[in-house]
T-cell receptor, first 117, second 113 residues
Framework: DSGVTQTPKHLITATGQRVTLRCSPRSGDLSVYWYQQSLDQGLQFLIQYYNGEERAKGNILERFSAQQFPDLHSELNLSSLELGDSALYFC????????????????FGPGTRLTVL | DQQVKQNSPSLSVQEGRISILNCDYTNSMFDYFLWYKKYPAEGPTFLISISSIKDKNEDGRFTVFLNKSAKHLSLHIVPSQPGDSAVYFCAATTNFGNEKLTFGTGTRLTIIP
């Protein structure tokens, strides 16, 4: 158990709908990262938050958005869903997300499997 | 553009022998490399890492080798055990590890008893 929790575990929805994925980081971790893993693909970085503020953005679609709340949990919002959005969505957390401060391991949650029909 | 590549989708190894998983990268800005292990229905778990200032890092049965000139790294597992059967992801990052991770597509390792 990494200490990172993600809900729900599975989500089945229809095209055009909107869903919210939730992540609670490990206690004390300030950084939250979101990754998407499509079939037979590696994990693709979507976005990072550090202590409530957006820190870095990857290949995140405009239909997707995220936020980190004062209690440090994070939500990933996916809207106008398409079939191609079906994937595993992982959240990871680490202690800090500051440049040059040394390596800080990212701990991954179990993921949310999204199926768009 | 796949900046981190794992060209072998799968690998089968006899129990007790050496498992060698390979990874290539193209971005010369990467300065920290990691291997993650993933079981079904679980998130990736960190296994071992190496900084670009080193060429080898060992942790028990696991050793990672880095060849910067070839932009290649490998993970050696000796001896291989049935519990090592999993998908292994190579990942890379810049600025000593506090940036996003760029992952390869993974290699499914199967240890044959």
């Amino acid at each position: 158990d990494s200490g990172v929790t993600q809900t729900p575990k599975h989500l089945i929805t229809a095209t055009g709908q909107r869903v919210t994925l939730r992540c609670s980081p490990r206690s004390g971790d300030l950084s939250v990262y979101w990754y998407q893993q499509s079939l037979d693909q590696g994990l693709q970085f979507l976005i990072q938050y550090y202590n409530g503020e957006e820190r870095a953005k990857g290949n995140i679609l405009e239909r997707f958005s995220a936020q980190q709340f004062p209690d440090l949990h994070s939500e990933l919002n996916l809207s106008s869903l398409e079939l191609g959005d079906s994937a595993l969505y992982f959240c990871a957390s680490s202690v800090v997300g500051r440049r040059g401060s040394g390596y800080n391991e990212q701990f991954f949650g179990p993921g949310t499997r999204l199926t768009v029909l | 553009d796949q900046q981190v590549k794992q060209n072998s989708p799968s690998l089968s190894v006899q129990e007790g022998r050496i498992s060698i998983l390979n990874c290539d990268y193209t971005n010369s800005m990467f300065d920290y490399f990691l291997w993650y292990k993933k079981y079904p229905a679980e998130g990736p778990t960190f296994l071992i890492s190496i900084s670009s200032i080193k060429d080898k890092n060992e942790d028990g049965r696991f050793t990672v080798f880095l060849n910067k000139s070839a932009k290649h790294l490998s993970l050696h597992i000796v001896p291989s055990q049935p519990g090592d059967s999993a998908v292994y992801f190579c990942a890379a990052t810049t600025n000593f590890g506090n940036e996003k991770l760029t992952f390869g597509t993974g290699t499914r390792l199967t240890i044959i008893p």
